[in-house]
Structures are given as C-alpha cells and as structure tokens.
C-alpha cells in the first residue's frame, strides 16, 4: 500500500511529527505512570508500539521501566527496538510475557488494527495494562483528523472500546483525553478547554495563524481532542 511506503519515508515523519522541543513525553510518562501502570517494583518492561524514534522509550526507561519498542520503520536507538508491521505481522514476543503495553497516535494509520489490539492482548502477562491513545473523531471529523493524510481509520469511543473488547479484553475503559498537561491536575479544568474549542480561532497547522506557539498550542489541543483507552488483562 502506498500509504505503508510513506509512513517509512524519513522525509514524512521529519516533517509530519518534527522532534519535540517540549517536556510533554516526560509529563506525559509520568501522568500515565502515576494514574494506570503505577509499578509497585523496578524492572517491569513496558513495550511502545509505535515508537518512532523512542522518545517515550527513553522516558518510560527512567522511570525504572525495562523499555522496548516496536515500530514499522524503526530508527537507530540505544533502545531495544524491533521493526514490525503490524498489519500483517505479529509481535516478536512470547505469550504473556509483557507488564504493560503503550501506544499513542498508531492505530488511526491502520487498515486493520485490530491485529494490534488482539497482538497486545496476546503478549500481555494476566493482570497485565494496556494504554493505547488516538484522536477522538467525534471531535476530529471536520478537519484536524486529516491533517495527516495517512490517518485512515478513525475512532469514537464506541468503537474503540468494541474493537478492544473484540481482542480480548474485558476490562475497558476509554475516556476523552485533552493534550494539554494542566487539565490533567484536575478534571474541572476541562472546562478550559471545552470554552476554547467554542470560539472561532484559528490554529496552525489546519488554518494560517501567527499566534505565539503556546497560544496556537492551547488552541489546536483544545479543539484536537484525543481516546485514551485503558484495558487489563
């Protein structure tokens, strides 16, 4: 397929998702630590599917994880990580083998990602979490989803929590996810966010603006609202 081409093109993923200049895949480790994997002892592996270039790879590592990724088009990292096509292929790890599995913005550029969510459900050891995160179209739908043009499968939490629930999982859970680390302290403060996404301002990069990066970065986050499904095995 063309679009599996593309999402091994270096130029596509230098360009579509440029190396973050912000702390926000430590916070964001953290947040998802403290709240769903909370390890009781060092040493526990956590798989990335998806993992680019291993940014979260190197966060989840110091917070005392044993990190791996997974990605299609791996890059080269002093992490382990292994080239898979999840579209096709199955994890290279045995049965109930993983503590926890994490993967953000992976699923919507796949034709069949339920191989990944059945995959996940495989290698997960009983007891064993899972967090896998991508954009709401609920919210999406009139635009920001196609930002990328390889987004090809979008998700309500409808459907997120079914095709989950297809995989294996009984215990699910999927909740509206604002990428903004402030309204993480509190879920009143989504009411922030929910003003801002009623008012007509533009964002880069759907609409020309010259607001200052953190402006636009409020904006775009307010309005591009992502799932953040929790499963156990």
Same mark, same amino acid.
Request: charged fraction near 25%.
């Given at each position: 397929?063309?679009?599996?081409?593309?999402?091994?093109? /270096? @130029?596509?993923?230098?360009?579509?998702?440029?190396?973050?200049?912000? !702390?926000?895949?430590?916070?964001?480790?953290? #947040?998802? %630590?403290?709240?769903?994997?909370? +390890?009781?002892?060092?040493?526990?592996?956590?798989?990335?599917?998806?993992?680019?270039?291993?940014?979260f790879l190197s966060v989840f590592s110091g917070l005392g994880y044993e990190a791996?990724?997974?990605?299609?088009? +791996?890059?080269?990292?002093?992490?382990?990580?292994?080239?898979? !096509?999840?579209?096709?292929?199955?994890?290279?790890?045995?049965?109930?083998?993983?503590?926890?599995?994490?993967? @953000?913005?992976?699923?919507?550029?796949?034709?069949?990602?339920?191989?990944?969510? &059945?995959?996940?459900?495989?290698?997960?050891?009983?007891?064993?979490?899972?967090?896998?995160?991508?954009?709401?179209?609920?919210?999406? #739908?009139?635009? +920001?989803?196609?930002?990328?043009? %390889?987004?090809?499968?979008?998700? %309500?939490? #409808?459907?997120?929590? /079914? %095709?989950?629930?297809?995989?294996?999982?009984?215990?699910?859970?999927?909740? #509206?996810?604002?990428?903004?680390?402030?309204?993480?302290?509190?879920?009143?403060?989504?009411?922030?966010?929910?003003?801002? &996404?009623?008012?007509?301002? +533009?964002?880069?990069?759907?609409?020309? &603006?010259?607001?200052? @990066?953190?402006?636009?970065?409020?904006?775009?986050? &307010?309005?591009?609202?992502?799932?953040?499904?929790?499963?156990? @095995?």
């Amino acid at each position: 397929m063309a679009s599996k081409k593309i999402l091994k093109d /270096e @130029k596509y993923i230098r360009l579509t998702y440029p190396k973050r200049d912000s !702390d926000y895949p430590n916070r964001l480790g953290h #947040y998802l %630590t403290k709240r769903f994997f909370y +390890p009781q002892h060092a040493n526990l592996e956590i798989l990335d599917i998806g993992c680019g270039d291993g940014e979260f790879l190197s966060v989840f590592s110091g917070l005392g994880y044993e990190a791996i990724g997974v990605d299609i088009s +791996p890059v080269e990292s002093r992490h382990e990580i292994h080239k898979v !096509d999840l579209e096709e292929e199955n994890l290279p790890f045995k049965d109930s083998t993983i503590n926890f599995v994490f993967s @953000k913005s992976v699923i919507e550029h796949m034709n069949n990602p339920l191989n990944l969510m &059945s995959e996940t459900y495989r290698v997960l050891l009983p007891g064993g979490k899972a967090v896998i995160m991508t954009p709401s179209w609920e919210h999406n #739908y009139w635009g +920001p989803f196609y930002i990328d043009h %390889t987004h090809v499968t979008p998700f %309500t939490r #409808y459907s997120l929590e /079914e %095709t989950l629930r297809m995989s294996g999982f009984e215990k699910v859970r999927v909740e #509206y996810f604002y990428q903004l680390p402030f309204v993480w302290k509190s879920p009143l403060l989504r009411i922030v966010p929910k003003i801002i &996404s009623m008012l007509p301002l +533009p964002f880069r990069p759907f609409k020309n &603006s010259f607001l200052p @990066k953190s402006i636009n970065k409020l904006i775009r986050f &307010s309005n591009e609202v992502m799932l953040i499904a929790y499963v156990e @095995k």
